[in-house]
């Protein structure tokens, strides 16, 4: 909880990684409708972590993600930070150059980040670029669980 | 005296006082009477029973095939109820089943907060053989609780996972197979009883936010309601647009009451009355209670744009819904977190809303925006009445987190935790009464929240309230176009701003307006400036409604003094006279408390006008041919007659 409303969360970007997965019911169902030909067994869901120094106390509030100009409709947690998912390897190539943004639900602005980021410094998304499909990890192992 | 008396053999079922008050034995109930029961009192229309009793004990309620009309203008097209020497009407059955009496109903309500008179037990239920054991803790104890469901009542696993994530906290379980946990208190009898829903919000996962509404729960059951909590923590935490997810999680727990109402042998088998459902949720529940009337009338959800519909219709595991659905309610909510794939939602239910002003996290109360999309007018049918009513509570010094009881402060509240749950008990002790066990005469309190202040059973504290009726009729609600000279169709009349500063705009600007609505800003700092809506002959026709109403609220801009009431008056006039009355005598316009971050919010509080007191006055209400907002009283307390005042939807209404 802040003091003031100008006094943001401090959002610090550690790293970003994009992982393969086994998809789950759901992510299957969607991967199937998006690419009706996919190979079930191949079918993967892209997890993009963005690992984060630390995590405010969780509230009623919100802090949109916006990679780009584009806000990311549903993100989770995760043990070190937090993650969005993609269904195919070209949303993962869409965001090369991106950079990654907190906002405010309802305002305009990015709330500054301690460190600046784009998606091409995650080492895990050139891993992406170079050798997609990755090895298609349980989602619990791709969680760090 | 000469009280005209209906009595059932040696039950006075209704009582018709000289003042115009009337009293019943019991309560009454609207849009209850389908057929009269073998013995009980019924008033026909040939066939058709307009009005008559149940009998439930010694007590006898009066249940209408439509409507209760106070402090009416009186149709004159039905049977009429006169004085005992026949000079004056007193009521008047309409014939299509409303009910007309010419004041107010007086029976003595008591507090809603106060317990009543059943025994209950207390339930878990939860899915089988899970166990938190492998967590760490303290979510191992927190937890712990739902491993161990009450005799008979595991439930079931559900497949979330085509709307969210569990958040990743070593929960045991993913979001395909999410638990249907949650707590209970049933009462004693055999039903069949109300059932109402809480679910909370979204709040750090390593606290068991379910326990916190128990103190609703037991109120609610000691009156006869069935009242769980939901366990949605699995998406508390860093989750977001999760919304969704939480409105299936609720709504899958209303089924789980349908299965269980269904089966036989269960102990809760023919106990639970599934035609009378309320949901409540708060914060991100509160935003997923309107997520949930959506679904409630769906088939199938797309949930995010690009997805593929996802059956909710029994196939896939969810749903099918179709609950009635009595009331959805929400406590401090966020709103569009999560967006439809067919926009922001607009309830279509009977909506209740309370927030703080002191909320120090969801702190630009978005309810406010649900509140204000819900039940809009159809610019195509614009008499149409709506589909519901909504309510809106504003409590000065009420914070986010007191509305559970689990949770401790995040921020500064002016008002205690007892307070505001004093509050809520008030608030959701009366909704429940009136709309889940028909006591009627209880939804006054959410028409007119001074019944609750002039009671003492909320005292000192400040109150905002909004009601809007679904009869009702836009005199101007300023949505068709930015001129504040618009009167809206199918009233036919004129706006005269010619002596006050007056504009329109949308009530959104980032500070002080956080609404979805378009208004009138009226400045004056002059006594005797004014704004007049004029009315041709015939312009406005009132009908069976019975009140006109208008939202008004106080800004912290320069020509209002802090912390004093705003006033001024109202100004009726037909064509021969007028009559004026001042607004502070109907309701308080107070100055916007500064809220947690040292913000202000200008939230309108209604104000309603018997047309009966205009029609007791000398005036034709068939024949309003002005209404003025006429200032020239000072603010309260001072000598200074200036101000700036935001007005909405100016109507006609029930």
Redesign the interface.
Known sequence: MTDSKSDYPSFEVTKVEVVASEPNAGELRKILFLAPDTDERAATTYLVKIYLKTLPEPAGANYELWIGDQKVRKYTQFKGGIYFKLYDIESVNLLEGAPICFRREGEDNCIPLKNKYVIHDCPGYLKALEFAPLRRQSRREALDE | MSNLILRKGAQTVMTLCDTGDASFGGFYEEQTLSAAASGELCIRQGASCLMGTRSTGSQSNVQLKRRLFDEAVFPNQGLCFRSANGTRQQAELHTPGDLYIRRAVTNVLTDPSAPGSFGFSSIVYAAPNLSYAGMANPYKTQYAVFQTPTANYATRII????????????WPF???AVPINGLLRLPNGSGPFPLALFVH?????SENSTPGYVYLMELLASHGIIAGSVDCNFL???????NDARAIVHLEHVRQFRIWNQQAGHPLFGKVNMEKIMIIGH??GGEAVGHACLFNTLSSVTP?P???P?PIDGSLGLGPYGFALNVAAAI?P?DN??QPVSGPVKIGENYFVVHGSRD?????FSGYKTYDRAHPVDPADPGQSAHGWKSLLWVYGAN?NYFNSVWAS??TPTITRAQQEGVAKVYFGALARGKLLAQSQYLNLIKNHTLATNSAWIAGITLVSQYQDRERLFICHYEEDANPSTVSPPVNGSVNVSNVSASELFFSN?SFLRQETHGLKLNWNLAGQSYTINFQQGGLTPGFLQYLVFRAGQSNEAYNISPMDQNFSIRVADGNSNFTVVANSLAKFPYPEQGR???YKMVMQRLRLPLQTLSDNGIDVNDIRSITFLFDQPIVGTASVQGTLYFDEIQLSK
């Open positions: 497949d979330l996972s085509d709307f969210g994530s569990v958040t990743s906290v070593g993913d979001e395909n919000g979204n709040h750090k996962s508390n935490g860093w989750n977001s647009g999760e914060s991100r995010d690009g997805d593929p996802v401090s966020t977190q999560y120090g996290d969801v702190s630009d986010h995040e921020g980032g971050y040292n913000d």
